[in-house]
């Protein structure tokens, strides 16, 4: 399927309005106006779940591997969030998670 450059630049132009509208239905409406206690506490629950989501394809589909699990994306995987919860701290799960991939990477690579 071709679309025709006229075509792709009125997809950008829908996706763009639809994007502003969702997002201005949260702040432009109701963005001013004090919200609930049990919101807010959900609230700050968002990115808790929004990185998850964006890294667990990543993790069991890997596009390196062309889709294929890797065992050494499922060590760091593992590590980041064991140093997460042990830790309570986002930095350092992410700091072990990257130091444990590389050094998987690598001792993997050497077999």
Known sequence: MTYTTF???LIIAILGIGTFLIRFSFLGLIGDRPMPPVVLKLLRFTPVAVLP???APLVLWPA???????????????????VGVKTRSAIWGIAAGIGTLYLALWLFAIR
């Open 64 to 82: 390196a591997t062309q889709g294929t699990p890797d065992p050494a994306r499922m060590v760091a995987a593992v590590v980041t969030v064991a």
């Open 7 to 9: 075509e792709i630049w």
């Open 53 to 55: 989501g964006m890294v």
